[in-house]
Every structure is written in C-alpha cells, then in structure tokens.
C-alpha cells in the first residue's frame, strides 16, 4: 500500500484539535508515541496525513517516524475501521474453551469474516493476543469494555446491545 492510499483519509479540524491537545503534553518525548497513538485512536478509525503531521508537530518528532511506528504495530490497523472494534482473543486458553464458537457466531451475527469491517463502518472483527483474563475465557474486548465467560447466544446479545446502540 502506497503512502498515498494510506493517507487517502480525511480527519476533521475539531478532531485535530483534541489530537494536537493530546500530541502537545508529550512534546520532546518520541517514547511516549505509544500512548498518544492508542489515546487519538479513541477519536479517529484511522490515521491520515493530517493526523500523523499534527502529532509530528506536536510531539516535536519527524512525521516518518510516526507512520512507522503506526504500520510498525500491525493491531494499530492504519485501514479505517468501525465504531465498534470486537477484539477476540486468539491465544491458547480462550481457543481451549470455545473461542471457534464465538468467532462463528460473531460472524454470523455481524455477515462479516475476521478481519473485516461492516459496510455501515459499525463493526470490525479482530483477533488479538491474551486479554490476561484467560480464568474467565473465553473473553473478548469491545473497544475499551471487556466481555467474559462467552457463550455464542451471551455474545449475540452483547452485540446485540451495540447493534441497538444501547451503551454508552
Ligand atoms: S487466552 Fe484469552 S484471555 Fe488469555
């Protein structure tokens, strides 16, 4: 993927704004790149030219090295994603007790694969690493909400909450 298809998003100037604010407490500090990547996440689905340009600016470090650290961290997608990223766990314990079942139903509910997105950009469907609460697996996250001890018809309905939109 080219620079160009990957910046090809726009960011609105009220979402520069709070990112600049975010990007500016951590001027002069490229080890603090993490956070700030992981707190504009929470504002934008992906990173455009002006997003990786205000944080460079803000954080007093090259633009270059904030598009590699982003493509660097592969589960930071630079692709635009949903509202609602439903993060399944992929490790060992949680496969153990069922996880397979989630992802069907996960899928089925949604008409979407692993790794893709709903035509509405609601939902995205991703594998992640250990969650650390493989005692209460299997256990997905939902943006920043983590949901445990799932079976497929308790995950339809937890999902089914986002569909309606009834959280916060
Ligand atoms: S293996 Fe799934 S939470 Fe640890």
Avoid: W
């Avoid at 690493?129 to 943006?143: F, K, R, V, Y």
């Amino acid at each position: 993927m080219s620079n160009e298809e990957i910046y090809s998003y726009k960011t609105s100037s009220s979402q520069l704004v709070k990112i600049a604010e975010i990007a500016s407490r951590y001027k002069g500090r490229p080890e603090m790149l993490m956070k700030v990547v992981i707190q504009t996440q929470k504002i934008v689905t992906a990173f455009s030219a002006s997003v990786a340009a205000v944080i460079a600016r803000e954080m007093e470090i090259p633009q270059t090295q904030v598009y590699s650290f982003i493509t660097f961290y592969a589960m930071l997608s630079v692709k635009p994603r949903g509202k609602y990223i439903i993060r399944m766990c992929k490790s060992a314990p949680c496969h153990i007790r069922g996880a397979k079942e989630i992802v069907t139903a996960l899928e089925d509910l949604l008409g979407i694969k692993m790794g893709e997105t709903t035509e509405d950009k609601r939902f995205t469907l991703e594998y992640c690493p250990c969650l650390g609460i493989c005692e209460q697996s299997p256990a997905i996250m939902i943006n920043d909400r983590t949901y445990v001890n799932l079976t497929p018809e308790s995950v339809r309905e937890v999902v089914r909450r986002y569909i309606r939109e009834e959280v916060e």
